[in-house]
């Protein structure tokens, strides 16, 4: 059966409910948010003489529901304009209104009775042959459908969204004995998709797999805090970044969560688990118990594993439980010599063999989690799935871990896995003792670009399936296709004539290294391809230039070195742009300052949905230097036409530059002209490389041609000039920006405006850039703005001088 998505009811409004309605806004989907009509009036109500029957009242908890999601930060809408997309009602009055719906989706409290009681009433609604499916973390799908007819049940299933919906990239479905083959395919292939998600198929068993694995290793780093004697400020160093975990770790994450959470959760699977062979992980620490009973459940009721308290002179300092007296003390700083041997160690599979190695009590720490995770995970397939790599997914995707459990234990070796898990006192699955002893070494291997898992029930490697639509650089890296190289960047082959330029500098910063696989990538394609891609697998497009080596010349006062790497920096970003061959930029997390300014320059941009792009240059005292100015000064020239006051669309360009605005998504950085009309959005981040392939693939088919510099750019010199530096003035006298911001902010001005030219003039790219490399030249010469860049590199914070 062909679907088409249109119109989503969400039934229940709360956190949950509320945002999966958002995500659906975002994608374009129109949606009918629904929960209870009020009992009773509020006492503003009674006051304004409302009736329980007005509309105002019967819809007043869905209404703030939707309000407050609108408000919160981070946004779970792309942007905010795209809440209009969702229309609000009560089930009382509007409950008949999901026959116009192609899909429902229950998010209504965590009590099998309400959800029963409510699908009855959807019954009587509901058209046949659409979608319902339950958004239930706890219930199991099957009781849900008890008692339903033969459609519901037909196409019913569960869609279990991670919190928040549009951040979490881990869509779990469940299905029942009765759940139709298509409807599966269906949600499978949507929400990959139009949802953006990492969609594992679970089985209906007590957390599904993500909650099952994840909420277990929550817990055992808590025993095994408790049983080594470890702070909490200790654990969450240990089980954070360094692990590939979120920084959060595992106590600050459980105080965002919520304690009480934390709690009913490992409650509700110890109590549906007797039989599971490390059950006694679910059964809490005597600590949790304790600070359940005096409501220290994390942020919601302001203290739990952490306390913000006020320390001399009203300043905030956080402060963490001491857990032998369960009183709070100042956090303390972190320290194991094992951390300290992993600190010049970038690759994650790298380190996970220094850890627990470590002769202190972190590396007892990791020597028994590890152990206790491997023996764990092994006895849940294939009881929780049928396949390993389902874990992996669920629990990168769901809660934030750079590597699944499996892949960690790839990294460590299995052999070594298995004697660790045996030194904790845990027995793993036989079946990995089989594949061991059958000569397969690993989890997972890659042949011929394809990645492929080991399979315990045909004991061969399968190629992981669904995964045809991305393009994987270590895969294509494993396959040896590669074809250049340096220290900061790779030129890999993607097929079918089109290469692509990866970079591997720490954050991705746009350096000497880099600039030259640019221009080498360019160099290659023209030669004998088809086309350019520039992508990469890492979490962030890129942080920028490399503000350090900026710094270094800058204070050195090599001034000429300064501006030949100016140059040859634009000269990169012109040569991407008048290549011969199409280029396409894949943006994708931050993509700020020099990253932004790359894919001003390209053909064409295929950005992930969560893309946060800026030039953010004025934060430490610049302006864009690498073309960014020279680059939105023509585009909004290119607007003029359109009819719009043409000072005013210079004027919207110039504070999105001087106000180093990012975007909070791909769809807002379409409105402030970072992405043009005819750029790509992809939901799905792991599409990108493979749309942009496809992008470049188009433009070439089409009969791409070189362009030509532009040499008729308008420019308004004297006139704008003044108008800008006006503002500018009247904000210093204001206090509200400093003389030197004043200083750069009129600098920018004189290079959009080309200079104080006597009247509007048509200039050429190269002007532009040539006053642009100055003004950037200068500010680099400047004690603040050398101060601001200092700021950034050693604390990470923006100076206000």
Known sequence: MNRTIKKVAVLGSGVMGSRIACHFANIGVQVLLLDIAPKELTPDEEK??????APAVRNRIVNAALQAAIVANPSPLYRKADAAKIKTGNFDDNLKDIAGCDWTIEVVIERLDIKKSLYERVEQFRKKGTLITSNTSGIPI???????SEDFKQHFAGTHFFNPPRYLKLLEIIPTADTKP???????????????????????????????VGVWALLDAMQTMQKLGLTVEETDKLTGPVIGHAKSATLRTSDVVGLDTTINVANGLAQGLPNDEAKDVFVLPDFVQKMGESKWLGDKTGQGFYKKVKGEGGKSEIHALDLNTLEYKPSQKVKFATLEMTKSIEKLADRFKVLVGGKDKAGEFYRLSFGGLFAYVSNRVPEISDQLYKIDDALRAGFGWELGPFETWDALGVQAGVDLAKAAGRTVAPWVEEMLAAGNSTFYKVEDGVRKFYDQASKT???????????????????GKVLWKNAGASVIDLGDGILNVEFHSKMNSLGTDVIQGLLKGVEMAEAGY???????????????????????????????????????????????????IPVVGTPHGLTLGGGCELNLHCDRVVAAAESYIGLVEFGVGLIPGGGGTKEMTLRTAAKYEEGEPEFNLLRNT???ISTAKVSTSAAEAMDLGFLRRGDEIVVNSNRVIAQAKAAALELADAGYTQPTQKTNIKVHGKGALAMFKTGVYAMQQGNYISTHDQLIADKLAYVMCGGDLSSPTEVSEQYLLDLEREAFLSLCGERKTLERIQSILTTGKPLRN
Do not use: C, W
């Not at 891609?533 to 050195?556: H, I, K, R, T, W």
């Open 182 to 212: 298509d409807v599966l395919d269906f949600l499978q292939h949507y929400g990959d998709l139009y949802l953006g998600k990492t969609v594992v198929l679970a089985k209906d068993t007590p957390g599904f797999i993500a909650n099952r």
């Open 654 to 656: 110039y504070m999105t």
């Open 461 to 479: 490697y399968q190629a992981i399936p669904g995964v045809e639509n991305f393009i994987i650089l270590d895969n294509l890296r494993a396959s």
């Open 48 to 53: 304004k003489g409302l009736k329980l029957e």
């Open 142 to 148: 099957h009781l849900l459908a008890e008692g339903r």
């Open 530 to 580: 088809r086309g350019l891609v520039v992508g990469n697998d890492a979490p962030n497009f890129s942080a920028g230039a490399n503000l350090g080596l900026v710094y270094m010349q800058a204070l050195e006062q090599e001034f000429d070195e300064l501006n030949l790497m100016i140059q040859q920096f634009q000269q990169a970003m012109m040569r991407m742009r008048y290549s011969s």
